[in-house]
């Protein structure tokens, strides 16, 4: 980034939305600073409750419009771990809610003016990833003992080409993680970028910035399907993994 | 990566995502976060939401069990009603039959007074008037022997009274 001309020309700074900040002074960031990072957090907890728990209040029969949204997230989720983990990963239901509850509001959120993006940064992706690859691992190995390996031995290919197989799925088993945030904060952080540098050009044109100024519209919109679809994706995926954990059949 | 230029009006420097001096406190501050949500949903949010749809599907399924009652109560009643209404006409039917019938009846004798009444009195008529026919005969029959008695003395011959009267009954026969 060499867009160091301060004043004059364009001095268009795409990562700075990025940058974690302490909220009060400009100590050190040790790991117990209140950041930008907490209040941002923070806020997607406080919409949670609003969303799930303040809208249920009533337990109404008939729902009013915040209970059906809930009710709309809890079904949704439901249907989704039922249908693709199987029966067994209901258990892992709260779990599940709990990623995509976090993902969904801090891709929502983030799409706010000003605010801060706490599911661009590869640091929380990622352990959002390794949470999802530990967890489907060590379940994987207490429900089926050994046998879990039995899901990188293909057992429906002839029987030479097994361990070229079982190599391939070996890798392709401890990519996942990495796929798995890299999507998720790649995702976000390019949008968010690009919608800053065509900020920076809506700035620095004069009157012709109309025409950054409807790219952005249209970049904002593509962004809120990016910010549902990447929450969706996250966690259909998550439920893809658990299954080779809880479910029978494999692949 | 210089984490202390990242506090005032410095502008990033490559990207922050990589500035793994933050790591520790984003991801502290992420499972605090994702430890809470957890609480929340499993404590309080999912139970709730779960027990609210488990209760509407009961009571749907009660709301549709009693519809089917009252939907076959309601189409019973409209079979007993159908029936009373069938039952109603024919008993009317019924009715209007012994009712036409009787009229019938009371129709017929009064015909059959009638008729009996004006046979009498065409009778009676019938005689009256050839008592009257007869009357008149019989003085048409007079009145001719006298005319023609005083004829035949007009004319001067001795009038025979046994040879008029044959004559003119004769004549009126005749």
């Known amino acids: 980034m060499a867009t160091e001309e301060h004043g004059s020309g364009l001095a268009i700074h795409p990562m700075d939305q990025f940058v974690v900040k302490p909220l009060f002074g400009d100590g050190p960031i040790e790991w117990y600073t209140p950041t930008n990072v907490t209040l941002w957090m923070g806020i997607a907890v406080l919409a949670m409750v609003a969303l799930l728990v303040l809208s249920t209040r009533r337990r109404a029969i008939v729902p ?21 983990a199987g029966h067994e990963g209901l258990k892992f239901f709260p779990y599940i809610m709990t990623l995509f509850m976090f993902v969904f509001l801090s891709n929502m959120l983030g799409l706010i003016p000003m605010s801060f993006t706490t599911t661009s940064h590869i640091a929380v992706t990622a352990v959002l990833a390794l949470l999802v690859f530990l967890t489907v691992t060590l379940v994987g190995f207490y429900r089926k003992g050994i046998g879990f390996l039995s899901m990188f031995w293909v057992s429906s290919a002839p029987l030479v080409l097994r361990p070229i197989l079982a190599v391939i799925e070996l890798i392709s088993y401890f990519v996942r993680p990495l796929s798995h945030s890299i999507r998720l904060g790649g995702n976000l952080m390019a949008g968010h970028a690009v919608i800053k540098v065509f900020a920076g050009f809506a700035g620095a044109m004069g009157i012709a910035s109309v025409v950054p100024i409807a790219a952005i519209a249209a970049i904002y919109g593509l962004e809120l399907l990016v910010a549902a679809v990447q929450a969706y994706v996250f966690t259909i995926l998550t439920c893809v993994y658990l299954r080779d954990a809880v479910g029978d059949a494999h692949h | 990566m ?16 990589l500035d793994f001096s933050t790591w520790p406190n984003q991801i502290f501050w992420l499972l605090v976060t994702l430890v809470v949500i957890y609480f929340v949903l499993s404590k309080v949010a999912l139970p709730r939401i779960g027990a609210v749809l488990a209760d509407r599907k009961s009571t749907i399924t009660n709301d549709l069990a009693a519809a089917e009652e009252l939907k076959a109560k309601a189409v019973a009643a409209e079979k007993a009603y159908n029936e009373a209404l069938a039952n109603a006409r024919t008993e009317a039917a019924k009715i209007v039959a012994q009712a036409k019938a009787e009229i019938q009846k009371d129709l017929d004798a009064a015909t059959a007074k009638a008729d009996a009444e004006i046979a009498a009195k065409a009778a009676e008529s019938e005689r009256t008037i050839a008592e009257i026919r007869d009357g008149a005969a019989q003085a048409v029959a007079e009145v001719a022997r006298d005319v023609a008695a005083e004829l035949v003395a007009a004319l001067g011959q001795a009038a025979d009274a046994k040879t008029v009267t044959a004559a003119v009954t004769a004549r009126l026969k005749g």
Do not use: C, N
């Not at chain 2, 210089?2 to 995502?17: L, N």
């Open chain 1, 64 to 84: 009013s419009r915040g209970q059906s949204v809930a009710e709309l997230f809890y079904g949704f989720i439901h249907k989704m771990v039922e249908d693709v």
């Open chain 2, 2 to 17: 210089a984490t202390e230029a990242t506090g005032g009006s410095e502008h990033a420097v490559g990207m922050p995502q």
